[in-house]
């Protein structure tokens, strides 16, 4: 054939062969515009091409392979769950001249392959071929002789290489291999080898199995040896064991203080462990059975704390601040007392990490004086890991939540559950609505796990949950929760954390008072800003045991030092050069250049986003390691603007014969989330007029295609970020007014905040 041009179809799962058909779905976006490119342009052939480089999504097309196999699309059907159902016909080898690319797509020139050898003995090398694939099928087991029959009909060698190598079961990197090797003979030989060594491994597993037959038989002659033993120390009075430890757990039973049905289960385990040989496997399966219904805490109960003043100087002893949770479980205390029928409520602590919410619940537990268990769901996928498995499976094991309760030795413990937020959905199924179950007050009274099979009452458990991101819940659960938001700690409160709670909690773990060692005020505040960085103050507990330590080195090994002050000088040669520098707004206005505000699990931080634009056809470039909804939001920032040039006095043309970058510092930080659109729409517009913005100002709020300026989220956060970098004005939605007024006013300070719900709000007192 002449040259032509073919679309790409790049793939590392899928390998084509001449005169084969390959059928697969795919959801993948990029590979449904592919098909919908070659629809278009009323084509029906492309070219299936394998990458050396498996790792690489979009590879360099001079790492592409020169062979590759042209196939003609023979149905293409979008099917309702969201994928493409596709079929392709291996058409031939073709040789790839050229591949380039759009930004978009790759393409390639390429050729037919003329072979200049001649296939001398064709019919000797496919009678070896059948031979050695008839017995290959004959020795694997799992591969069908349904092709045998259509092999005979084929002439050419080239061709009955491909379809063979097609229908084998080989790995597809094996498979790729074929593709690259043109000569007829040389695949012939490939194949006899590869299916050769397939044979010995079948050979060898034969083998293996039957070494395992054999020892089953020895071990059940063990098996009826030590019976026979067993009998004749039984005759020989040497054995009682079985009969004291039976004895032991049906005494256990009568004095459990649990249901009927329970103790009924007990007893018929127990009947059915005594009729069970000792050294058999079912033994010890009904044993560890019998062990978690005796020592699970059915009804036990522990009392509650009355005295509400004890309960909340318990809590104040402990934690700093936090007012809303402390009256939330005085509260439930007030309430209980009065109607002594309250149920426990299900508290979900939200906020950055280090703020002290798993710490929160164990002063609660310990305040409410009930026994506390704690569990972590983090990257659980599996609802047995909540519910439990099935006793007939091996290792069977209750769920953490009948593990957690046994630990708690009462059934009315406060229970943690940490990182509610990172469960994960797969297709082992979905943890989340198991944990639906342990939550719902109508449902958990009889909470059934899959190893107990005996119904648990959750009802007086105290659930209190932890999260670092309330998006993060699945839904499902959030109706559940009663959801306290836990914010950053402004420098002023741990600066007071640091005074109060940690540095006495810190020097006598150090066996150190504080008449040896005193921390200036300067040096607390130099510790919080140069050598943390952070949201709450665990990073703050572990320098100032840095600062322990090292003192403790010096007062041992100089006698002469009889106290240290910690000040600003000293802090240098402790904990050498500064570690962290937030982020400074710039002193110049500037054109293109707008700060936006970020939340991190470190806290708020000012977000300076920049843009420039050079000669093109009006493309968006976006840098920063930027995630899909902060690239949509630019999408979006970008089209409003253009859709309202003329507005605001932007010429068109600057944006249709230009591209556009947008670049948000530092690249190696990923960010993410739903805040930045006025701010994009700022840098586009001071881009295109020219106009530059003061750097003493900064703004968050996502934008729709009509300009509405939307909610955000985290802004007591991204207000102490700024703050300490300087900003003075702040541009926020309206809707967020009341987040503002519930602010401490030593964070708003000598802020200013104008609310806005229209964009032209922001463009008429900024950039008109």
Known sequence: MENKKVTVFISNEIVLFPNSEVRFETDSFDDKEIFSLIEENNCKELLVVNPYNTTKEFPDITELPRIATLAEIKMKIDVPNGKSRITLFGIKRVEVEQYYNDNTFYFADCKDINLDFQLLDSQSYQSILIRALERYINKIPYVSNSIMGELHLIDDLGDLTDIVIAFLPFSVDKKKKYILELEPINRVNMLIKDMNEEIHFIELEEKIESKVNHEIEKNQRDYYLREKINIIQQELGDSNNKDDEIARITKKCQKLNCGIDVKNRIKRELKRYQLTSAISPE?????????????????????????????????????????????????????????????????????????????????????????????????????????????????????????????????????????????????????????????????????????????????????????????????????????????????????????????????????????????????????????????????????????????????LTNRSIASYLVDSKILLELLGPVKYKYEQIDKEKRVGVVNGMAYTPLGGDVLPIEATYYPGNSKLLLTGSLGEVMKESAQIALSYVKSNAKKFGIDNDLIDKNNIHIHVPDGAIKKDGPSAGITLVTVLISLFKNKPIPSNISMTGEVTLRGKVIPIGGLREKVIGVKRAGVQKIYLPKENQNDIDDLEDDIKGNLKFIFVDDYEQIYNNLLK
Request: proline share 4%; hydrophobic share 35%; glycine share 6%.
């Open 283 to 555: 033994s010890g399966i009904i044993r560890d059975y019998i062990d978690w219904l005796l020592n699970l805490p059915w009804n036990k109960t522990t009392k509650d704390e009355t005295d509400l003043q004890k309960v909340e100087q318990r809590l104040n002893s402990t934690h700093f601040g936090l007012e809303k949770v402390k009256d939330r479980i005085i509260e439930y205390l007030a309430v209980k007392q009065n109607t002594n029928n309250s149920k426990s409520p299900i508290i979900c602590l939200v906020g950055p990490p280090g703020v002290g919410k798993t710490s929160l619940a164990l002063s609660i537990a310990k305040a409410l004086n009930r026994n506390y268990t704690k569990i972590s769901v983090g990257g659980i996928n599996d609802e047995a890991e909540i519910v439990g498995h099935r006793r007939t499976y091996v290792g069977a094991l209750p769920g953490r939540i009948i593990q957690g309760m046994r630990k708690a030795k009462s059934s009315n413990p406060v229970f943690i559950i940490d990182e509610i937020d990172k469960l994960r959905k797969d297709i082992k199924g979905d943890p989340a609505s198991s944990i639906l179950e342990v939550l719902d007050p109508e449902q958990n009274s009889k909470f059934s796990d899959h190893y107990i099979e005996e119904d648990f009452d959750l009802s007086k458990v105290m659930f209190i949950l932890t999260a670092n991101y309330i998006n993060q819940i699945p839904y499902e659960l959030q109706d559940r929760l009663e959801i306290i938001e836990l914010s950053s700690y402004t420098e002023q409160e741990k600066i007071s954390i640091a005074k109060e709670h940690l540095i006495p909690k810190t020097l006598n773990e150090h066996g150190l008072t504080e008449i040896q060692v005193q921390f200036t005020d300067q040096a607390i505040i130099d510790i919080i800003l140069n050598y943390t960085k952070e949201a709450g103050v665990r990073e703050l507990e572990r320098v100032i045991a840095t600062i322990c330590r090292k003192i403790v080195k010096k007062l």
